[in-house]
């Protein structure tokens, strides 16, 4: 019995050519794709670069505005706090106070209670003391941190055997209607320009002026 013989076929030029071409040409169009992924890595790195460099160009500015905006409120406020102190003793007498005492930028500390808070104007006489906080603008966050400021120096008050009562005060050069009412609301007396002076407002009506 004969046994079959299969034949391979050899691979002629003209078929090795072909494979060759189309290997080749798979090699160039891979070629030119990494070549155009390349240069798009590039073109983006180069791009990422330039954003951060104006990033931290816009974000230098940025701060050199904030410095510069800071330093002029601070000076804004000083100079406000300097020309209302001197003649808050005569506008609160005008509203029946009698103030003997005049303090500027107090600081009322107590490690041993955990109490620290400072004072822009501390006015006082042997039965009230008024306490007054100077602001550009006058947040709502601002009154609640005098209401806060109030509480620290009525138990620092206590402390120190203090019977007083203890009264505040927002003075501000721009107060919103609605920040004026929450003040009022609070019981603190309401201290704003008009004209050449300035005016206190005192929480009347509906509204009475808090006792601490």
């Known amino acids: 019995m004969e046994t079959a013989q299969t034949v391979e076929k050899k691979p002629d030029f003209d078929t090795v050519w072909a494979a060759i071409q189309a290997t080749n040409e798979q090699l ?33 500015q940025m701060k050199e505005t904030d410095k510069r905006v800071g330093e002029i409120t601070n000076r804004f406020g000083e100079m406000v706090e300097y020309m209302v102190v001197p003649n808050l003793v005569a506008k609160f007498r005008e509203l029946n106070f009698e103030f003997e005492k005049t303090h500027r930028d107090t600081v009322i500390a107590s490690k041993e209670h955990n109490i620290y808070t400072e004072v822009d104007a501390f006015l006082e006489n042997g039965d009230k003391v008024m306490i007054v906080e100077i602001k550009n603008k006058p947040s709502v966050d601002d009154i609640d941190d005098h209401v806060k400021r109030m509480e620290k120096l009525r138990a620092y008050a206590d402390l120190h055997n203090d019977r007083r009562t203890y009264l505040g005060a927002i003075a501000g050069v721009v107060f919103n209607d609605s920040e004026k009412t929450y003040a009022l609301k609070n019981g603190f007396y309401v201290i704003e320009p008009s004209g050449d002076t300035f005016t206190i407002t005192e929480p009347a009506g509906k509204y009475h002026p808090h006792e601490w």
Request: charged content about 50%.
């Open 28 to 60: 160039r169009e891979t070629d030119r794709i990494v070549r155009e992924t390349d240069r798009i890595v590039k073109e983006n790195a180069i791009q990422m670069k330039e954003t951060d460099k104006q990033m931290k160009e816009t974000y230098k």
